[in-house]
């Protein structure tokens, strides 16, 4: 599929209040021809939250800004942010199929007190990262509302799809808060 197609499917799991957009544009760039240190940070097939508390040097906590069940997948709208504090490090969308993984880490999931990587991680899922896209956004309303970003300041995000078991299970959008 399309990134950019899936990427609107994602972001319309949650519309922005008042029809604010959550990015002015978003570009779909070649791995290669993504900047360090957001080459580092998103070109690779590994958590998000493995990457984020190596690269800040700190864990990290969840908040979920909004969930949702859409028949028998489970969606949320996150933050990541160093653990502690309110330095939020990363926005993300989530689409999740329970179908693959056991009623233990399902509930854990549900409880949104544990970033999705730390719970797989912890129950030693087979699991397989399939990075799909890497996406350049300039912010919107949405972004600088959720990162510290001002409105059209550029950052840098992915797509990429969890295979739980053998079977893709998770759909992802990671995008990160602004590195220098």
Do not use: W
């Not at 319309?12 to 070649?30: K, M, R, T, V």
């Not at 996406?135 to 840098?156: C, D, H, I, M, N």
Request: net charge negative; charged share 20%.
């Amino acid at each position: 599929m399309n990134p950019l197609i899936e990427l609107k499917q994602l972001c319309a799991l949650f519309p922005e209040p008042e029809g604010q957009p959550l990015y002015l544009s978003a570009e779909h760039i070649a791995r290669e021809a993504t900047p360090e240190p957001y080459h580092r940070m998103l070109v690779h097939e590994h958590h998000m939250t493995v990457t984020m508390e190596s690269y800040h040097d700190c864990s990290v906590d969840v908040e979920v800004v909004d969930s949702r069940y859409e028949g028998d997948m489970y969606c949320r709208k996150i933050l990541l942010s160093k653990q502690g504090t309110t330095d939020v490090v990363q926005f993300g969308i989530v689409r999740f199929n329970f179908s693959f993984v056991t009623d233990a880490v399902r509930r854990e999931i549900e409880s949104e007190s544990i970033p999705l990587g730390r719970v797989l991680i912890q129950h030693n899922v087979l699991r397989h990262i399939d990075l799909g896209a890497i996406v350049k956004f300039e912010a919107g309303p949405g972004l600088s509302r959720y990162l510290p970003l001002k409105e059209g300041q550029s950052t840098f995000g992915r797509m990429a799809t969890i295979f739980c078991n053998g079977s893709p299970a998770v759909d992802l959008l990671e995008i990160s808060a602004p590195l220098s």
